[in-house]
């Protein structure tokens, strides 16, 4: 069923890379991964992958690989000289984890199904919510991951993502010299939601980090033309015009921002 002899499946078994257990008759039993496992070390061994990167990669896809199958399905192949696992539309190196087997896992009424053809397409925006979700699970553990994870979803989306891009942009603001990184998400974002106060506000915050006052109280003032009650524009507003020597403005927001907070 897998095109691998038995003379390769005990080779892979001996070398660790697989670990069945035994039937009543001594026969092998292989778990789901075990059988990923097979079909991807014989291609990548055929595409002449190096022994040490395909354990590298096997050993870090095997720990990571969910008993149930995912959704998007899995894909593990030779890209050149590196091992990439792909879900969905989304590629990335299966050693490093960076962002980037011709094996195929894909579920069809609770069976596993191996596919020698390109996948068909998918859920777009089914996919892009599963690559949002992932982002807000990195987002405590691993930033970088979040920020792929968000740019992905973002790439993915049939239509404008309004939570990644504010997530995204968010993201970068509260990481060391990325504010210009996060200007560049709102200024997009705000091409497709013109009118939204959050977006608006979420770049005056971006502006004043990078010392650019002037533009800062522009998008202050036009987030508070769209949304009046919106307190916290009120408050920043005021505590960047009193930084402006603007002393009347500064007392006419923040008692704005004193009748909406109490």
């Not at 069923?1 to 390769?8: C, H, P, W």
């Not at 003032?221 to 009193?242: G, I, T, V």
């Amino acid at each position: 069923m897998l095109g691998v002899s038995r003379y390769v499946v005990a080779g892979l078994v001996a070398a660790g890379f697989v670990t069945p257990s035994r039937g009543p008759r001594r026969e092998y039993r292989f778990t789901f991964q075990d059988v990923v496992m097979l079909r991807t070390a014989l291609k990548l061994r055929a595409a002449h992958i190096p022994p040490r990167k395909v354990i590298q990669a096997l050993s870090r896809l095997r720990v990571e690989l969910p008993d149930e199958l995912p959704l998007s399905g899995i894909r593990v192949s030779a890209v050149g000289s590196n091992v990439a696992v792909r879900t969905g539309r989304s590629q990335w190196d299966a050693i490093t984890g960076q962002m980037l087997l011709d094996f195929e896992v894909a579920e069809i009424k609770g069976d596993v199904v191996f596919l020698d053809t390109a996948p068909a397409p998918r859920d777009l925006a089914h996919q892009a919510e599963e690559w949002y979700d992932r982002g807000e699970q990195l987002r405590t553990s691993d930033l970088d991951g979040a920020e792929r994870a968000y740019r992905r979803a973002i790439d993915l989306s049939p239509q404008p993502f309004y939570a990644a891009y504010v997530d995204l942009g968010a993201l970068l603001c509260e990481r060391e010299r990325r504010c210009a990184d996060a200007l560049q998400v709102f200024d997009v974002a705000l091409e497709h939601f013109p009118e939204d106060a959050a977006l608006h506000f979420n770049r005056a915050i971006a502006y004043e980090d990078l010392g650019r006052l002037g533009a800062a109280e522009e998008s202050y003032r036009r987030c508070l033309q769209l949304e009046p009650s919106y307190a916290d524009a009120h408050h920043n507003l005021a505590m960047l015009l009193e930084k402006r020597g603007d002393q009347q403005g500064l007392v006419r927001h923040f008692n704005a921002y004193r009748r909406l907070t109490t």
